[in-house]
């Protein structure tokens, strides 16, 4: 069992910055693929950025590469999303998420958190 539970978001202007952390509880954390995930105002929920469980591999999604890094700290069960070069686009909740490697990519095991705001105004 984890449980997950985000912080980090808020306003930030256009070209601002945000870290987004996700804090697990549950010792079997550090075996667990993780993922970030967003939904937009009358969107669907996609994913954002992922990291294995060893934080040796990442991915993230073309539309955020180059501004959006995920990471990890087993020791502290937490992982982050540092999101730079905010656009208007990125505003959305912010899910994370425990993920598995799938046939068409990640997709989420199961574990969510409850979802942290972050709005870029235009």
């Known amino acids: 069992q984890v449980q997950l539970v985000e912080s980090g978001g808020g306003l930030v202007q256009a070209g601002g910055s945000l870290r987004l952390s996700c804090a697990a509880s549950?010792?079997?954390?550090?075996?667990?693929?993780m993922g970030w995930f967003r939904q937009g105002p009358g969107k669907e929920r996609d994913i954002v950025a992922a990291?294995?469980?060893?934080?040796?591999?990442?991915y993230h999604a073309d539309y955020v590469k180059g501004r959006f890094t995920i990471s990890r700290d087993n020791a502290r069960n937490t992982v982050y999303l540092q999101m730079n070069s905010l656009k208007p686009e990125d505003t959305a909740v912010y899910f994370c998420?425990?993920?598995?490697?799938?046939?068409?990519?990640?997709?989420?095991?199961?574990?969510w958190g409850q979802g942290t705001q972050v709005t870029v105004p235009s």
């Open positions: 998420a425990a993920v598995l490697k799938g046939l068409r990519g990640w997709v989420p095991s199961g574990y």
């Open positions: 549950g010792r079997t954390f550090r075996s667990y693929a």
């Open positions: 990291i294995t469980w060893s934080g040796d591999s990442t």
